[in-house]
C-alpha cells in the first residue's frame, strides 16, 4: 500500500469499555495495494458481537475502529482487483485469509486461518488502520472476499448480511436436507432470518422462542412461528394444523447467545437430531449437559463460528430472492450519524431494533 495521503477518513475510535468514543481524522492511502480494495462506507450496522466489546465482556487490541456489518461503494481497487470499479456497491466478508494455509485449504475454514484478520477487530496501528466499519471508508485486504450488491437491495436491507444473515447461511449448511421442523432459540436478527431461510428450504414448521415479547411480535413476518419462553411451550409446539411430532423436532438453532436455553433445546430435540450452537461467542457460554443427555438422544451438536465466502454469495442470493416477502428493511433503525456512535450504541443495547445502523455520510 502507498502510504501517500490522498485525503482523510473520519472514524469513531474506540479506547476501551467505560472509555468515550473519539471521532478522529485518518489518513486515506493513495492507491490501494494488490488485491485491495478502497471503500467509502454508506451505511454500517451494530452486532451483538460490537456490544460485547463495547462492554468489554471481550477484548479486542485498543485503540481501534469497530464494526464488521457494512455496505458501501467502490472508491478504488489496486492491481489484481481490476474487475471492481469505482462506483460500485459492494459489502465484503467480516474475515482476511491467506488461502493457502491447512485452515483455508483442507480444513475448509477460512474464518480459522492461520494468518486470520478480522475487519473491526485490529488496532489502529494494523495497516493503514482503516480496519472497521464505524468509519467513513474502510481499506479491504488482498484475502477478502467481495460481492457486488445488486440496486434492488436498500442499504438496510445489506448491511447485516456479512455477519448475522451469511452466519445463518452456515448454520443451515450443517442442517441435514428434508428437515422438517426446526426450533430456532432467539427472535432477535439472527432468529427472524433463520425463521425465514428454513421456510424458503421447505420446512413445514419453524418455531421460534424467546422470552421478549417485541422480538416475539415480529416472529411471524418472517413465517416463523412464536413461542414465549416464559411458558411451557415444550409441551405445546403446535401450530394450525401442522403439530410437531411426539417425538421433538429435527433440528434446533440456537441464537440467544444464552447456554441457560441449551439443556430445554435438547430436550426437544428428536432423537438423532441436529443442534447448531451459533450464538455463545463469548466467555460466558458453560453448558449444564452431560455427555449422557447427548449419546441417549443420539444427538449431533455442531458449533458453527462465522462463514465461508460462499456463505456471504448465498446471503445476497437469498435476500435478492426473497426481498418482497419478508419485511427485512424494517429491521435496521434509521441511521445515527457518525459523530453520534455513543448514542447508536446506548440505543443498541435497548434491543428495541434487530439492528441499530449508523452512516457516515448521515450529518449530526
Known sequence: MNPTNSGMARAGVFLGPGAPLETRQLEIPVSPGRGEILVAIDLATICGSDLHTFSGQRREPTPLVLGHEAVGRVVAAGPGRESFRPGQRVTWSLADSCGSCL???RFGLPQKCDSLFKYGHASLSDGSGLNGCYSSHILLRAGTHVVMVPDALSDPVVAPANCALSTVMHAASRVPAGTRTVLVQGAGLLGLYACAVF????????????IDEQRLSRVTDFGGIPLDGRSDYLNGLVAGSVKCSRHGVDAVIEVAGHPAVVPAGLRALRPGGTYILAGMVHPASALDLTGEQLIRKCATMTGVHNYM??????????????VGRYPYAGLVSPPWPLDNLSIAVEEAGKRAWPRVSVSPRQAS
Request: glycine fraction near 4%.
Open 199 to 210: 421456510r424458503e428450504r421447505g420446512a413445514e414448521a419453524v418455531f421460534c422462542v424467546d
Open 309 to 322: 465466502p460462499r456463505h456471504l454469495d448465498e446471503a445476497i442470493e437469498f435476500l435478492t430472492l426473497t
Open 103 to 105: 485452515p483455508c485449504t
